[in-house]
């Protein structure tokens, strides 16, 4: 199961806003930029989140958000 991210932020500005329509799957940033992203997951689980370039996932860049509670 995925979760879009409701709030991208990236390089000082705003790409993405809670109330926007839609959703965004990733925040692209090269080395050295800044950014952030805010979601709310629908339900208790665990999801996965990995970094896209799936040679570095297997190498271990990826995770787990477990969500046990609101």
Known sequence: MG???DTVYQ???????TK???G???LG???AQGGFAELVFPERGAYPVVDH???RAEAGAH???EVTGR
């Open 3 to 5: 979760v879009p991210f």
């Open 11 to 17: 390089e000082g500005a705003h790409r993405l806003r």
């Open 20 to 22: 926007d329509p839609g």
């Open 24 to 26: 965004a799957q990733v």
């Open 29 to 31: 940033l090269a080395p």
């Open 53 to 55: 370039t799936m040679r």
């Open 63 to 65: 995770g787990l958000f």
